[in-house]
């Protein structure tokens, strides 16, 4: 079949675009034209959110700033550094994550792979439903309530004088934080596994094994790539998330201890993180030092964009293993 | 339903030992069979007016079926979609269960036993099972006939005494020498013909008296298909298979009893090329002349 072509011989890309553009109906034209509008305009926002403090966070960034400790100041020249805030972020991640992640990972299993009692697997699925709609405050200001009863008095410290138990610590933040994590991993792990195929499963029961040998064996293996995805994504969640570290961690300048105790100590004890110290110390904040901010607010955009990375990456990697489906 | 013939069952002329006839449910006397049974092995499976009914169906999608599977033979369902044939196939491991509310009358007898009787990992291991599509789980190729010869409760046996087991189920399956170099490849790096053998040694691994296989080829090309149709007739000399096929050619290059479905009713059982040059009922004629399905 030949295609008619103009004068000039081959017809250029602009020209065969226009005449297809012709062949649209007058909203379609208007239809793409704004989609097209508003993708330009969130690329631009994106871009300049991230030239804005790539530009901001550079300035301000030096290895002095990451590994020096904050100090109380009322000039940024003596409010020292962000190394006791990254290492709050770090905590919050570990603890989060390493309370969320059986938590996630066990509801799936047991809502696909078991799912009995019916109305149980619902309320649960629903819960999760519920915890990941809900906004971060309002778990915040339910889980200090909850870290303020007496029986938890030990996870943080309590008034001398034998009063009010104080509810904020690295343990009670990173117990709460858990619950923003959950959801995610949820999903992804649930997902997956309601992918693998019923014959994956029934080869595994039909050389004789139990529900637990495949369960450990044959699923957990095929799913592990979408429950890391789920993980990386509940951290950078974590990660980025204030209402939860302002009023469950305290937010203090230093790492606290809450008691004596080496180790577990630090873990009773009050903190900061990227996020709430950007949080006090932006223009509007009590700290003021607005430098220091946009430093730690691009750390923390670091952060989260490699846990992206490693998002894809572990994407990526499923693709070339992946079950016959 | 006046319209379906009644099943059309007859002694076949290689009747096996102690086998009730289905149409006069009378034992054929034994010395009588055995002479007539010449060339294959004591019955293993026998599939006793088996009927399986799924929960919101009102006609059942298995049907009192009653077939016999003997030793050293190779039977072959078929009949067109849906008539029933991977139903039947997994109430033989009792995988139907798994299906809620899926139900099943009649007995099925492993040599003798009501499977019901035995422990249920027990029959599986017995009674193993291929699936149409290649299934190997996402670990080494070693390590996916590993898992099926570590028994449950067991403490876990090392390297050294899976190695001789392993290999001797790849070399059954016929894929030894191609993956002898290394054992250690992820099992989905392997094509699909290679999947599907690696599936077929795993099965075999466990040491299985009967060998059940879902239209094991219909995801494979046709060099492969070759192989493991020539894979099936050697193993039946030390198993009893039961293979569901869609490719009636393939029935008969393999099958030494074929049996017809149609709509959950065994309508035909009979010794292969007897059953596709002279059948009796209407339906297998029409069936196995391409006439429908
Ligand atoms: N899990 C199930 N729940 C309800 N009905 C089912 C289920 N599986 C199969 N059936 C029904 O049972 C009947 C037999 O299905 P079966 O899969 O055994 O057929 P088949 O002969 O293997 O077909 P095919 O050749 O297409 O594989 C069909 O009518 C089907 O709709
Ligand atoms: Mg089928």
Redesign the interface.
């Known amino acids: 079949m030949s295609v008619p072509v103009g004068p000039g011989g081959r017809r250029s890309r602009r020209d065969r675009l226009l005449g297809e553009l012709r062949l649209w109906r007058p909203l379609d034209l208007i239809g793409v034209g704004a989609a097209w509008l508003v993708g330009i305009l969130l690329v631009l926002v994106a871009a300049s959110l991230l030239i804005y403090m790539g530009y901001r966070g550079l300035q301000y960034v030096n290895l002095d700033l990451l590994f020096s400790r904050p100090q109380p100041g009322s000039d940024q020249s003596q409010t020292g550094g962000i190394l006791d805030p990254i290492v709050g972020t770090l905590m919050i991640i570990v603890i989060a994550t390493a309370i969320a992640l059986p938590l996630a990972v066990g509801a799936a299993l047991w809502i696909v792979e078991y799912g009995k009692p019916r109305w149980l697997a619902r309320v649960v699925e629903s819960g999760i439903e519920v915890i990941a709609g809900a906004p971060s405050i309002a778990i915040a200001i339910f889980g200090l309530a909850i870290f303020q009863l007496p029986m938890f008095s030990w996870a943080s410290f309590s008034a001398a004088d034998g009063g009010g138990v104080f509810g904020r610590s690295f343990i009670a933040a990173g117990t709460v934080m858990s619950l923003i994590a959950v959801p995610s991993i949820f999903a992804t792990t649930r997902e997956a596994l309601q992918s693998v ?1 019923r ?12 529900r637990w ?1 495949t369960i450990r ?2 699923l957990l ?2 799913v592990r790539p979408d429950i890391a995805t789920g993980t990386a994504l509940g951290m950078g969640r974590i990660a980025g998330d204030t209402a939860i570290i302002v009023l469950l961690l305290g937010a203090t300048l230093q790492l606290q201890a809450g008691t004596d105790i080496p180790g577990i100590g630090t873990l009773q004890g009050t903190g900061s993180t990227l996020t709430s110290y950007v949080y006090n110390n932006s223009p509007t904040g009590e700290g003021n030092a607005p430098e220091k901010a946009y430093a730690a607010a691009f750390v923390l955009m670091l952060l989260i964009i490699a846990l992206n990375v490693l998002v894809a990456f572990i994407g990526r990697r499923r693709a070339g ?4 489906r | 339903m006046a319209e379906f013939p009644p099943p059309v069952r007859r002694i076949s002329s290689e009747q096996a030992p102690n086998v009730v006839d289905p149409a006069t449910r009378q034992e054929i006397p034994e010395p009588i069979a055995r002479a007539l049974a010449p060339s294959y092995g004591p019955e293993r499976l026998r599939i006793d007016e088996v009927s399986i009914h799924y929960a919101g169906s009102a006609r059942p999608a298995v049907n009192r079926v009653t077939l016999p599977v003997r030793q050293g033979e190779v039977l072959a369902l078929i009949g067109p979609s849906g008539c029933g044939k991977t139903t039947l196939l997994r109430s033989l491991n009792r995988l139907v269960e798994l299906t809620p509310g899926a139900t099943r009358d009649g007995r099925i007898l492993l040599d003798g036993d009501d499977i019901d009787q035995l422990e249920i990992t027990r029959l599986r291991r017995r009674v193993s099972m291929i699936f149409q599509q290649p299934n190997p789980f996402p670990m080494s190729i070693f390590d996916n006939v590993a898992y099926a010869i570590r028994e449950q409760a067991m403490r876990r046996p090392g390297k050294a005494v899976l190695q001789p087991r392993v290999e001797k189920a790849l070399r059954r399956a016929g894929l030894w020498d191609e993956v002898a170099d290394d054992l250690g490849r992820p099992a989905l790096r392997l094509s699909g013909g290679q999947q599907q053998r690696l599936c077929i040694a795993r099965a075999l691994a466990v040491e299985p008296d009967v060998l059940l296989m879902d239209e094991p080829c219909s995801a494979l090309d046709p060099i492969s298909t070759g192989v493991v149709e020539e894979l099936i007739h050697e193993l039946r000399q030390n198993l009893a298979i039961v293979i569901v096929t869609h490719n009636l050619a393939q029935a008969r290059r393999v099958g030494d009893h074929v049996a017809f479905m149609y709509l959950g009713d065994l309508v035909e059982y009979a010794p292969t090329e007897e059953l596709f040059t002279n059948p009796r009922a209407d339906r297998t004629r029409d069936y196995v002349q391409g006439a429908f399905g």
């Open positions: 195929p014959h994956v499963r029934e080869a595994s029961y039909g050389l004789g094994k139990t040998a064996r044959v293996p095929t293993n992946d079950l016959p």
